[in-house]
């Protein structure tokens, strides 16, 4: 049946994702969902889909090669990962036309880390717990429903037809975060408890991205922060919270974090700064910068509007 | 009760009823989700209920900081505890055996007790489900007799069979899924925990209450158990 797009190498990972999995955390399932979230609904909004349709999150690149069998039209938005289609460089941020016998490859991350391909009407894949969104631990969604990352000779198949070419609006287009980078942090849950010279180090100080970094968790290395309070009670993890483990380096939680724990926490980074730091590489330079919550509902809103348009 | 409510993420509240973990704390924990339900409703995202506290994660589009924190506590206001009678009481099969359960020695030498003495004790107390989390269907249960409490393997096991039976400290919990773990593990159930939270009705749910009760490995087999031992893994 030549009705898609087959998968003939993969890279590192690449993973069937949506605008995550929600109402069902009590249940300890966790968020999912497009890491860098904005790219994601941009490469959505390329092709005239509703903003949370899945479509593929390609982390790295490393030689994923997909073969199109049926012609249409694909976006792309997040990290240049340097992908061709039969050789001619794809531009992240645009939309382009694909023929039967093509072949799309992802080679390695120019800038940023992930790279969002979206599909007319979204990839085809089961809905689980009401998302598509793919959980290898939890072995939930994706495109079989199981989980499972992409895998050679995965076909993807998606119901639209081609829409009419769209352009990034001006200046709108998400970029990828540079050195020195200002991650936004809304201060709250057991920040009290750290030491005064924990938060001046964790404020104005650098970090470095480290390499161990996921889906579930972002490792930051730098000053060590010293917080007094020991054996806390587990409790729900938001979003982007900053948890500060024994060795007083911060983890920030991403998409599919467990959603209890009792590490203490600084606060929670917003969904915007999270998107950014899903697209550090290992060793990218970073700040924390407290932002109230007010503040941050305004920006998020903000980002949210410029969909509207 | 007081609650405290802390500022957690841009759209998130953590509403603190307890500070210590407790049996009793679930009749509040629980009344509170339902009350917290109600009233933020479409407005709602997720709601985790823990050991102490919930986390509310609303809407921002529709609620600002503020106007979430005055919702819970109009929502809280004259909380009353919720009938502790209403949570299901699971009876859960397990094939207590060292070759599914290799810390069954080490946590009866601690006890003090034979293996038997071991398992009739783990089976002796209904367990309250704390709260779910670590992976789909896990439920976190206690509080286990003091005499069985059991610290945390020094080195996680990299795979625990799916249906494992596990003590760490005052907890006991299950496996539902093939995963890595640091918890001393007893024995095994054929419960199929993950095939029940992947259609959404996980069987256990916070407020729930567990009595574990201990069958042959011939009644394990005749319900589908799995009887390779957890240290034969690939």
């Known amino acids: 049946m030549s009705d898609g797009i087959v998968v003939k190498q993969t890279g590192p990972l690449a993973l069937v994702e949506d605008g995550g999995r929600f109402g069902v955390r009590h249940l300890g399932v966790t968020q999912g969902g497009a890491a860098d979230w904005i790219s994601f609904r941009w490469a959505n909004w390329l092709l005239g889909n509703p903003l949370d349709s899945a479509a593929l999150e390609i982390v790295m690149g490393g030689g994923l090669t997909l073969e199109v069998e049926r012609a249409t039209r694909l976006a792309l938005a997040g990290a240049d990962l340097a992908a061709t289609l039969d050789d001619a460089p794809l531009t992240p941020g645009s939309s382009f036309t694909v023929r039967p016998g093509q072949r799309l490859v992802f080679h390695q991350p120019l800038a940023g880390l992930r790279a969002y391909l979206a599909f007319p009407g979204g990839l085809t894949a089961p809905e689980v717990l009401g998302s598509r969104a793919c959980t290898v631990r939890e072995r939930l969604g994706g495109l079989h429903g199981d989980g499972q990352p992409l895998a050679v000779g995965d076909r993807l198949s998606w119901p639209g037809e081609a829409p009419a070419e769209r352009r990034l609006p001006e200046g709108l287009a998400p970029h990828m975060p540079s050195a020195g980078y200002r991650l936004a942090l809304v201060p709250g849950a057991q920040l009290a408890h750290f030491s005064g010279a924990s938060l001046y180090r964790a404020f104005n100080m650098a970090w470095q991205v480290d390499n161990r970094a996921d889906r579930m968790g972002v490792r930051l290395s730098g000053p060590a922060l010293r917080c007094a309070l020991r054996g806390m009670v587990s409790e729900g993890i938001p979003l982007g919270a900053v948890q500060v483990p024994a060795d007083g380096q911060p983890i920030v939680l991403l998409n599919d974090r467990q959603t209890i724990g009792g590490y203490p926490r600084l606060g929670a980074l917003t969904p915007s700064a999270c998107a950014s730091l899903a697209q550090c590489l290992p060793g990218t330079e970073v700040r924390l910068a407290a932002q109230g919550p007010g503040q941050a509902q305004k920006a998020h809103l903000r980002q949210l509007a410029a969909w509207k348009a | ?234």
Request: glycine share 8%.
């Open chain 2, 1 to 234: 009760m007081t609650p405290r409510i802390d500022t957690t993420a841009m759209d998130a509240l953590m509403v603190r009823l307890f500070d210590a973990i407790d049996e009793s704390n679930m009749a509040w924990v629980m009344a509170a989700d339902r009350a917290l339900r109600d009233a933020f409703g479409e407005a709602l995202i997720d709601l985790v209920p823990s050991y102490t506290t919930l986390l509310v994660h609303y809407d921002c589009r529709q609620l600002d900081h503020s106007t979430a924190r005055a919702r819970v506590l109009v929502a809280l206001d004259g909380l009353a505890p919720a009938d502790t009678q209403a949570g299901r009481l699971h009876e859960i099969p397990v094939w207590y055996d060292e070759s599914v359960g290799p810390e069954l020695p080490r946590v009866a030498k601690r006890a003090g007790l034979d293996v038997e003495a071991l398992i009739a004790r783990h089976c002796g107390h209904d367990y309250c489900v704390f709260a779910l989390g670590f992976a789909p269907g896990y439920g976190f249960m206690g509080l286990v007799d003091e005499s069985l409490a059991t610290p945390r393997l020094e080195t996680p096991r990299r795979k625990v069979a799916a249906g494992s039976v596990g003590i760490a400290d005052r907890q006991t919990a299950i496996y539902p899924l093939l995963s890595p773990g640091g918890w001393n593990i007893l024995g095994r159930t054929a419960v199929p925990l993950f095939e029940y939270a992947r259609r959404g009705e996980p069987l256990l749910r916070p407020g729930d209450k567990v009595r574990f009760k201990t069958i042959s490995r011939a009644e394990f087999e005749a319900d589908g158990g799995d009887t390779t031992p957890l240290e034969e893994r690939p």
